[in-house]
């Protein structure tokens, strides 16, 4: 059973720090696509960063470019992203999120197949951002 458990959350001020992690289990092979995605209350989720596990390449939304840091352990299986110079904006349920394909599609709202690229994902995690 694919089981996909984030950790890490928190409350904190703006400018400040936090790392998130995925622990990852239960997959006989290893997806193609790792990826943090976040849902603030009334908007619609939100790709933040994702990380193709076979060569380490990464992407992320333009609004945490240079502030955020997706990476894997592969020996572990855990996803980490490293959030810092946090702004209330960044307010939201994170979640880590396991899928195949293309690795921007979630990425890319109103795409053909964007909502429905997610094949597993985790309860998500709460990051509160005060002013």
């Known amino acids: 059973q694919v089981q996909l458990v984030e950790s890490g959350g928190g409350s904190v001020q703006a400018g400040g720090s936090l790392r998130l992690s995925c622990a990852v289990s239960?997959?006989?092979?290893?997806?193609?696509?790792m990826g943090w995605f976040r849902q603030a209350s009334g908007k619609e989720r939100e790709g933040v960063a994702v990380?193709?596990?076979?060569?380490?390449?990464?992407h992320y939304a333009d609004s945490v470019k240079g502030r955020f840091t997706i990476s894997q352990d592969k020996a572990n299986h855990t996803v980490y992203l490293q959030m810092n110079s946090l702004k209330p904006e960044d307010t939201a349920k994170y979640f880590c999120?396991?899928?195949?394909?293309?690795?921007?599609?979630?990425?890319?709202?109103?795409?053909?197949?964007?909502?429905?690229?997610?094949?597993?994902w985790g309860q998500g995690t709460l990051v509160t951002v005060s002013s």
């Open positions: 999120a396991a899928y195949g394909g293309s690795c921007l599609l979630p990425f890319l709202p109103g795409y053909p197949g964007a909502d429905d690229a997610l094949d597993a």
């Open positions: 239960g997959y006989t092979y290893i997806p193609n696509c």
């Open positions: 990380i193709y596990t076979g060569g380490g390449t990464t």
